[in-house]
Nanobody, 119 residues
Framework: QVQLVESGGGSAQPGGSLRLSCKAS????????TGWYRQTPDYKRELVAG???????KYSDSVKERFTVSRDSAQNAIFLQMNDLKPEDTGLYYC?????????????WGQGTQVTVSS
């Protein structure tokens, strides 16, 4: 089981920056994939960026070159540095832990943190 706690959301102007944090209750390296998801207006959650247990990262095309996902194993945390924010980045951001396909309870979610980008 994994508990995830997000922080760092808020408001920013277009072109601004925000940094999100997600702290896990267990080692990040033990989690197959830890990612940030954004909730769409129809309540689906789409991947923004994430990091695999081996350290490889994955990004959606819309945030490449603007967002950077990183992790700190000592803190059991991942971070999402969001630069050059755009209004379409607005949304509720969730941290997710994917424990891998062989795990009965595979997915865990944080409570979400709101990001609002507007002038």
């Amino acid at each position: 089981q994994v508990q995830l706690v997000e922080s760092g959301g808020g408001s920013a102007q277009p072109g601004g920056s925000l940094r999100l944090s997600c702290k896990a209750s267990r080692s990040i390296a033990s989690i197959y994939f830890t990612g940030w998801y954004r909730q769409t207006p129809d309540y689906k959650r789409e991947l923004v960026a994430g990091v695999f247990s081996g350290g490889n990262t994955k990004y959606s095309d819309s945030v490449k070159e603007r967002f950077t996902v990183s992790r700190d194993s000592a803190q059991n945390a991942i971070f999402l540095q969001m630069n050059d924010l755009k209004p379409e980045d607005t949304g509720l951001y969730y941290c997710n832990a994917d424990m891998g396909s062989t795990t009965p309870n595979r997915y865990y979610w944080g409570q979400g943190t709101q990001v609002t980008v507007s002038s």
